[in-house]
């Protein structure tokens, strides 16, 4: 089955500094890459996601970026905020499932200093 | 207001106490999933349902049992509870097939076997 590993496990970075989370993934037959984000106390979010037919996404200051054939993917944060501060996780899944069959990283908890 | 919902939110129980944990969904999603959270190993799937009567095995099946009766439920049940099975859980609920995929999370349930 799916198995996603996901680096660093924590993270600290300054305010306005950009912070880079990535995630390895071993079923080439996933094709679908979500990011959620987990406030402390709160559930998960999702974020931002990306198809394997698509390279790159953004969103205002977050992106995702998609290496099929080295099997990663990449969460970018711009100039980070203290509200960006969370543990973040990557998942992947495949068409068999409908895209729900989530197997999710063991998540980047993100400190953002001001 | 669309939501997932799950009761109770907290739980101290003990080894060998049946419980139930229920979901409710009001957004007539057919996928519905159940996830548990621990320190360091992210979000595990548990069991997850396509539709009405269709359930299946995640990734750490074993000591729980679900059913998936009606659409809008899908309770998870602990016949004998113990306590590795201490965790925080998560309900989910998405449209199933390509499209929106986002998995709406409910609020947790924080269950402490003891």
């Known amino acids: 089955g799916e198995n996603v590993e996901q680096h660093p496990s924590t993270l600290s970075v300054q305010e306005g500094d950009s912070a880079v989370i990535k995630c390895t993934y071993s079923d080439s037959a996933s094709n679908y890459f979500p990011w959620y984000k987990q406030e402390l106390g709160k559930r998960p979010q999702l974020i931002i996601d990306i198809r394997s037919n698509v390279g790159e996404k953004k969103d205002q200051r977050i992106a995702v970026t998609l290496n099929k054939t080295a099997k990663h993917f990449s969460l970018h944060i711009t100039e980070t905020q203290p509200e960006d501060s969370a543990v973040y996780f990557c998942a992947a899944s495949g068409r068999n499932t409908g895209f729900q069959k989530l197997v999710f990283g063991t998540g980047t908890r993100l400190l953002v200093s001001p | 207001e669309a939501q997932v919902t799950q009761n109770p939110r907290y739980l101290i129980t003990v080894t060998g106490k049946k419980l139930t944990v229920t979901c409710s969904q009001n957004m007539n999603h057919e996928y519905m999933s159940w996830y548990r959270q621990d320190p360091g190993l992210g979000l595990r799937q548990i069991y997850y349902s396509m539709n009405v009567e269709v359930t299946d095995k995640g990734d750490v099946p074993e000591g729980y049992k679900v059913s998936r009766k009606e659409k809008r439920n899908f309770p998870l049940i602990l016949e004998s509870p113990s306590p590795n099975q201490t965790s925080l859980y998560f309900c989910?609920?998405?449209?199933f097939g390509t499209g929106n995929n986002e998995q709406f999370f409910g609020p947790g349930t924080r269950l402490t076997v003891l």
């Open positions: 989910a609920s998405s449209w």
